[in-house]
């Protein structure tokens, strides 16, 4: 019986140290995009740098954007949150033109961040929808034009308006989420996605709902 609660003991604490170190390795891992990223978000989601959609008006994100970002178009920010570090494309939308409309949507261009859709993951929990399309046109799919086409790109969202879209550089035609696939854009969205299919996990090919 001593043996036994030896053995089991020491079996407990190997597991713990194990965790511990995956934790550790993880944290080491992580994207420095990441780090920088994280700690811009507020509360009550969605909510990002300050901005909430379907509360703060189109022209308090223009105002809060223009004190800390470079303007590079029409309504269009280059964001360096560190000052030296990972930097964001925003883009701020309206559907309505009045200068007091809540914002519909804060789009971030994370292009050049290389997160991976099980960073986000981590972040936010599983997914609660996801679907592929096949996407031909350079403008279509949520993905920027210098990523070749054709390929496939999954548009996920998660718990508190999230939004993203990735894509796999690997394997750009597989029907099939990964965990690696690059983010390329994170949308915080006023109003949730209704109708798309829940999310059914890594293990099972998805069916294409779209193709552009």
Known sequence: MRRFLTYTLGLFITTVLILTSLNVVGALMQPPALSIFVPQHCSPHPCWYGLQPGKTSIQQAR????????????????????????????????????????????????????LRLGDLIALYGSPISGTLCYIITPTNGGITEDVPRPLMVGNISFKGHVQVFVYNPNDPKAQRFDPNMIVNQINFKSLPDQTAPRWRGFESVSKLYCGR
């Open 63 to 114: 105002t809060i954007l223009d004190s800390s970002a470079e303007p590079v178009g029409n309504d269009i920010f280059q964001l360096c949150p560190d000052g030296n570090g990972a930097c964001w494309k925003v883009t701020v939308t309206a559907s309505g033109r009045d200068p007091d409309s809540a914002l519909d949507n804060i789009d971030l261009n994370a292009s050049k961040q290389q």
